[in-house]
């Protein structure tokens, strides 16, 4: 399938009803909720990546205008598509995937499409590069862009690089929102399952700060003695 219309109805040809609406409420769609206003097809994810086996030379221009399609899925489907272009090893593409992906972070808009798109990509894209950007996407008011940032950094963690996640999950420590409390919890859990003393003298300086969410997803894989020395405050 090489054009958007194409990938399009082959999506909406295994829509389900019920599963939209379950999507609906799972997604956190209603008003005042974090992902308010979106809209579901009802495709699960097994579903998606079958279409996506067909879409290996669909232009870049095509696969944008899924992204900027108003149905959660078909967005989904645009952003996995870049993520399995961008990881082939001869991909010629990085910056042209890059710079569509930053130029509609506006359509990258729950935490699905942040997680399954954010370390493949921009943090794919700047492992090896200067990393302001992370920076001022953290300054963000959008909490997805907020979440893009810390979540970026999962891909330099995996290689024991921890400078930029430990920096951004500092800045990132009053934040307000749930969504970035769990996200920045489970990025220094990863980074202690790199590295544990690196996780834990983190956590020593900055712990009686943290959000309880943070905390608890960080100390998650700690022993259980350790465990309580934090939540209790045992030091």
């Not at 990393?131 to 996407?137: M, V």
Request: aromatic share 12%; with cysteine.
């Amino acid at each position: 399938m090489d054009t958007a219309h194409e990938i399009t109805n082959a999506l909406h040809e295994v829509a389900n009803k019920q599963i939209a609406e379950h999507s609906q409420r799972f997604f956190k769609t209603a008003e005042g909720e974090y992902g308010a206003g979106d809209k579901f097809l009802g495709i699960r994810i097994p579903q998606i990546r079958q279409i996506i086996k067909q879409c290996k030379n669909t232009p870049l221009d095509e696969v944008e205008k899924l992204l900027t399609n108003e149905f959660h899925e078909i967005r989904l489907c645009a952003l996995l598509i870049l993520v399995s272009r961008f990881k082939l090893k001869r991909c010629s593409e990085h910056q042209a995937i890059f710079d569509l992906y930053i130029n509609n972070l506006k359509f990258v808009n729950n935490w699905d499409l942040v997680d399954s798109s954010a370390h493949p990509i921009v943090g794919g894209y700047l492992v090896d590069k200067e990393r302001t950007l992370l920076f001022e996407l953290a300054k963000s008011d959008n909490l997805w862009r907020r979440r893009i940032a810390i979540i970026a950094t999962y891909h330099f963690i995996k290689r024991d690089d921890f400078d930029d996640a430990l920096a951004l999950s500092k800045l990132l420590l009053a934040d307000q929102e749930d969504l970035i409390h769990k996200a920045v919890g489970w990025m220094l859990r990863e980074i202690g399952n790199r590295d544990y003393q690196v996780e834990y003298d983190f956590l020593k300086c900055y712990f009686r700060q943290m959000p309880r969410t943070m905390l608890r997803y960080a100390i998650e894989k700690f022993d259980e003695d350790v465990r309580q020395q934090f939540l209790k405050d045992q030091f």
